[in-house]
Each structure stands twice: as C-alpha cells, then as structure tokens.
C-alpha cells in the first residue's frame, strides 16, 4: 500500500507540474461555457421571434411547449459536451503511459517495488480523480440552466453521473490506447478514433442486419449516456461502464506483459 | 548500510538466452556473480549488456535459460527479486518535473519505506550522494552528473543488496565522469555491485570481475586483470563472437 500511494503522490506532482493539467480544466470549462451561452443565446432569439413579429408582444402561453431551457438548451449542451468530450479527455490520457514509456520511465517503475497492476491502479485512479474534478468543472453551466429549467435535483444528479461515467469511460479507452504506445500523438490519435467509433454505432445498424445492429448498439456509448440525460438510472448501464473501465485497466496491465515479450 | 546489503546477493546466469525474432541478442550466457562483488559486464553497443539486465530485473523475459538473484527468479518471483535490487539506467530516465527531495521520497516511498523510516533513507542518500545543495531543485534543471548522481541515489535508497548501474558515465564530461566513477569506487565492497559498460578503463577501475558479451555470447570471464591484459580490443571485435 506504501508502494502504491507513493506512485499516486508521484502521479498527482506529475500531473499538476505539467501546464497540460490546467490547460485542459481551463478547455473543458471554456468550451462548456461557450457551448452552453451559444445554446441559450439561440433560445434567446427563437423567445424574442415569438415575442416581436408573431404575437406582437411576449406572452409566455403563445410560445410552444417543446420551446424551453430544458429541451433547447439543457439537452442540446449536454449532447454536444459528449462528443466534445471524446475529442478532449484523450488530450490528458495521452500521456499518462506512453511519457514513461518514451523517457524509459517504465522500467524504472517496474524495478521499484511496484507490480504493473499497482501501476496501472494508480494511474487510472488518479486520472479518474482528475476527470471527476474537470466535470464538476464543466457542470456548473449545465446545472444553472437546469436550475431555471426546473429540472429536479434527482434529475440533476443523474445527469451528472451519466457525464462523469461518460467522460471516465473515455478515460479507460485513453489510458488502454496510452499504454500500448511510446508516442503520446499516436496513443491520443488512437484514442479519438476509438471514441468517436464506440460513441454511437446506431448507422451501422442498416448495413449490418438487425441482430448485428443490437450487438452494436449494446456497446455503443450514446445510448447510455443518452438515457442519464433523460435522468433514468439503470444498472445495466452502470455496468456497461464498468465494464469499459475494467476491460481498458486489464488491456493497459496486459500491455506490461506483452513488453516484457516482444521487448 | 544494513548487515543484509553489505553480504550482498548471488546472482547466476545459466544459459541464457533472448530472441528478438531472427535477432538472437542473447545466446546462451552462463555466468555467476559472487555475494559483495563488483562484477564488470563488458562489451560494444548492441552486445547483449544491457538485455541481461533487462533479463536480470525482470522487464523482460528470456526465451531459454534462467537468470536468478539469490537463488529467486525474476520471471516467478518478481516482487522478492525488485526487493533485492536498486537500478541506475543507461541514461537518466528520471522525472524532470519532480524536485529531487521529491523524486528520492517517491523512489522511496515505491520500495515500501515510510514515515521516519523514508526521511532518514532520503537524508542518508542525499547526504552520501551529496546533493543537499540540489535537493529543492527539479531534476530536470539539473546538470548531467547531478542527474547521474540522483539516479545514484535513488537506487541506494532503500540500501539495496544488489545494485545493478547501466552506463553510469555515459554523455557525461570528463569532470562528471570522474565525479561518479569516485561514487562508484566508493560502494565497491559492500554489496553486490554489477557494472554494465563498454568502457574499458572504467571496468579496470571499478570491477573486481569482469564477463566480456560481444553479439550476444559470453566471449571472456575472469578476474579484471586477466581478461584485460594484452589486446581487449580485440574481445569487442567481431571476430571474437564468431
């Protein structure tokens, strides 16, 4: 355990010396920020065409149910901040696996009295601890629209969740890709097309026929994350990303062994 | 230093051996290093040193024979091996964004030694490695031998009974070079000391024993001034391998 929370500590020092931790925060927040005023300024003009040239005046019953802070601006950031998210997280993953493999780091480590599987943990722990910090981050917007949306804090909470599972799923799939390179383009590179590839798989369904479309949608990312935007909580998709995590940490700890194979 | 570090370990080689595809890096190396000893492991570039002591450190498996420290196998027993072990690499490989307290704390804190224990280990190596004028400064804004010298430091640091140094004056000046190689001398004796280079005045002054590898096989064994007498150059030829 002395083993293990040194490289944590060592981990967190690595993170936070390198301007890649901050600038990151600062892009996440930054593009929610931006993603979430250019939704509430479009909501804004669709209210004031209302307001101006069809009824003559703002009145709150001529403008359509479907018309509202949840529907045009809740939903739409939250959409668009999922995608953003695949081509942002591996931008911290990158690094976490293939700097020590370039600087011959890795080795180090492994003469320490530290096991791959120690490794692998704390690296994932720590990058899980940093995505979790950048959410709450870029949550803020979101959950102010949701405030005025009168969206219930149990709703709220969901949506959360289903962000930061989101955002650690692409995380695994980052450390998994960062593990088996040396080069930190290639790892984030790898990592994007494995993103955007799992994100939704729903137009693959009519070329491939029904079965191997269900297949495909059982593991795609969207659906899931969809539903915890609609504030439904299923266990069926709390294991899906389990078990993304659980299969990228046992891919990155089998990446040490192959190493020790292939050289 | 502990009674445990100044006995030192053995450490043998029987037949081993290490295939890179069609490139055999390692063919067949029998050698067996003495407990508290100071072993040179000669040879030119690409001879095979440094995959032994990648074979040796358990980063990489042999494909046939064995390697064992203190009669343990690093491929079964990876973890009672690393416990046994400190480890300089060939070149710095060291975090240059750490300061050097903190990289000598974390390198000490990985082999299991906490609170008091791993301040007095970080005080004790720090102090012997002379780097107190260093401590608060990032490893990366060193210069070359004070990066050597750290990565001295923390190999010692958990006072280990096998300390295995790979090109320890590789890129460094003729005054770092002389700086670590006093480092060097000063720690032959107490452990088992295992040297990895291709220079040969450094083996003759740092290494009771030396093996010469060229192209993977062993092609001399024997006390430093036996194997280094006469012509040596002629080990690291090609010729010498055939």
């Known amino acids: ?263 | 230093m502990t009674e445990n570090a100044r006995r030192g370990v053995r450490v043998e080689a029987d037949a081993l051996t290490r295939r890179f595809g069609d490139h055999l890096a390692l063919d067949g190396v029998s050698l067996t290093i003495a407990p508290g000893e100071a072993f040179g492991l000669l040879g030119p570039n690409g001879a095979g040193k440094t995959t032994f002591i990648r074979c040796l450190t358990g980063t990489l498996l042999p494909s046939g024979g064995e390697v064992r420290v203190d009669g343990l196998s690093p491929t079964r027993d990876p973890g009672a091996v690393r416990a046994r072990l400190g480890f300089v690499a060939e070149t710095s490989r060291l975090y240059p964004e750490l300061r050097v307290e903190g990289f000598l704390r974390f390198a000490a804190g990985a082999r299991g030694l906490a609170g008091r224990a791993r301040a007095d280990a970080v005080a004790r190596v720090i102090e012997r490695f002379a780097l107190g004028e260093v401590a608060k400064r990032l490893v990366g804004h060193l210069s070359k031998g004070f990066q050597q010298r750290v990565s001295l430091a923390q190999a010692f640091v958990a006072d280990p009974p096998l300390v295995i140094v790979d090109e320890p004056t590789g890129g460094l000046d003729p005054v770092q070079r002389d700086e670590v190689q006093s480092l060097l001398r000063s720690l032959r004796g107490e452990r088992t000391l295992l040297l990895c280079t291709h220079d040969l005045e450094e083996a003759r002054a740092l290494s009771e024993r030396v093996a010469v590898v060229n192209r993977g096989r062993l092609v001399a064994l024997g006390a430093t001034s036996d194997v280094l007498a006469g012509d040596p150059l002629a080990l690291f030829r090609a010729e010498a391998a055939a």
Request: charged share 15%.
């Open chain 1, 1 to 263: 355990m002395t083993a293990f929370l040194a490289l944590v500590r060592k981990e967190l020092a690595t993170l936070f010396a390198s301007p890649l931790a901050y600038l990151a925060l600062t892009l996440v927040m930054l593009v929610t920020a931006l993603i979430f005023f250019d939704h509430l300024r479009i909501y804004n003009q669709i209210l004031f065409l209302y307001a101006s040239s069809t009824m003559g005046g703002f009145e709150t019953d001529t403008v359509p149910d479907h018309i509202n802070v949840r529907d045009s601006v809740f939903f739409p950031v939250l959409e668009t901040l999922g995608i953003t998210l695949i081509a942002l997280i591996p931008v911290i993953t990158m690094r976490v696996f293939a700097e020590e493999r370039a600087r011959g780091t890795d080795e180090l480590l492994l003469t320490l009295r530290l096991s791959p599987a120690q490794i692998v943990l704390a690296k994932f722990a720590v990058t899980y601890a940093f995505v979790l910090v950048m959410m709450a981050g870029s949550f803020v917007y979101p959950a102010m629209a949701t405030l005025e949306g009168g969206i219930g804090t149990e709703h709220l909470l969901a949506v959360f969740v289903g962000l930061s599972l989101h955002a650690l799923g692409l995380a695994s799939l980052g450390l998994a890709c960062s593990a088996f390179s040396s080069s930190q383009l290639v790892a984030a590179v790898a990592s994007w097309a494995v993103g955007f590839v799992l994100w939704d798989f729903a137009w693959a369904g009519a070329f491939v026929g029904e079965q191997a479309g269900r297949f495909l949608d059982l593991i795609s990312m969207h659906p899931r994350y969809g539903s915890f935007a609609e504030g439904v909580v299923n266990l069926e998709h709390f294991a899906y990303f389990a078990g993304l995590g659980l299969v990228s940490a046992a891919l990155a700890r089998f990446s040490f062994d192959w190493r020790r194979v292939a050289g």
